[in-house]
């Protein structure tokens, strides 16, 4: 199984493979950006937010369906045991407004009460073999 890399905020991003995934077994990756050093090296929620706030200081969420939400596209590469290719893609979603109101009304709401992230349009499909 392997996530492949991903870039946002102008930053790759990169997961190291798994090599097998047994039935009912779950792995952990954690993604990581080669350069940044300890701090913000896995922050990449904290990078899509930044990257909204960027597009939407030089006017580029015109061009979204929803300017409340900021996405980037995972794409997970995977082979069964008998050599058969399947692709996963999925949306990750940010929801950068809902952050900040969750930030700021954190001692008056509980923070489960904002969507801050979520996964979205999820496909499968076999490619090869």
Not at 43 to 59: D, L, S
Not at 69 to 98: N, Q
Not at 118 to 125: H, M
């Amino acid at each position: 199984v392997q996530v492949q890399p991903l870039s946002i905020d102008r930053l790759t991003v990169v997961f190291d493979p798994i090599p097998i995934l047994a039935t009912n077994e779950p792995k952990t990756r954690i993604p990581t950006i080669p350069g940044i050093g300890i701090d913000g090296s896995h922050e990449i929620i904290n990078r899509m937010v930044k990257e909204w706030q960027e597009a939407y200081e030089q006017g580029r969420l015109a061009n979204q369906d929803q300017i409340n939400e900021w996405k980037t596209e995972i794409l997970v590469t995977y082979e069964d045991f008998a050599g058969k290719r399947f692709e996963m893609t999925c949306d990750l979603v940010v929801f950068p407004m809902e952050r900040e109101l969750r930030d700021r009304n954190a001692f008056q709401q509980p923070r489960n009460k904002y969507k801050t992230v979520e996964v979205k349009n999820i496909k499968f499909k076999a490619v090869g073999k």
